[in-house]
């Protein structure tokens, strides 16, 4: 494969980091993107997805499907040759059991702010 015909991708976290960028064949699968962002995630973010199911990733307000290629997943408007590509990843919350309810609830309380794609 040409060294053209790459795709360069940088992976933007929740708060504004960014993982990448990087380059990456036009057949790499969504799930082989997410498989690299969670080897890569940083340690001292507070909430981090434990596994790839854990996360999104989404490409122009669209969310990518993990048996998808690159090629297949790519919305080619508003992309500029030789640019890098931008794709926002979002990690579920944890999903809690009762008895971790419990806990929770005994937590103290944070303000956070979320992201809403419309």
């Known amino acids: 494969m040409a060294k053209e015909d790459l795709i360069e991708l940088k992976f933007r976290l929740s708060d504004g980091t960014d993982i990448g960028p990087n380059k990456y064949d036009p057949s790499t699968t969504v799930a082989s993107l997410k498989e ?7 340690q001292d973010k507070e909430i981090a ?9 989404i490409n122009a307000g ?5 048996n998808r290629t690159i ?3 790519r919305v080619p408007v508003g992309e500029l040759p030789g640019g890098v590509i931008t794709m926002h990843v979002v990690v579920r919350p944890p999903v809690f059991d009762k008895n971790n309810e ?8 944070h303000n956070r702010c979320g992201c809403t794609i419309l």
């Open 36 to 42: 690299f962002i969670l080897d890569r995630w940083p």
């Open 71 to 73: 090629a297949e997943s």
């Open 62 to 66: 669209k969310i990518l499907e993990n």
């Open 102 to 109: 419990k806990q929770l609830s005994k937590a103290p309380k």
């Open 49 to 57: 997805p434990k596994t790839i199911n854990d996360m999104k990733l």
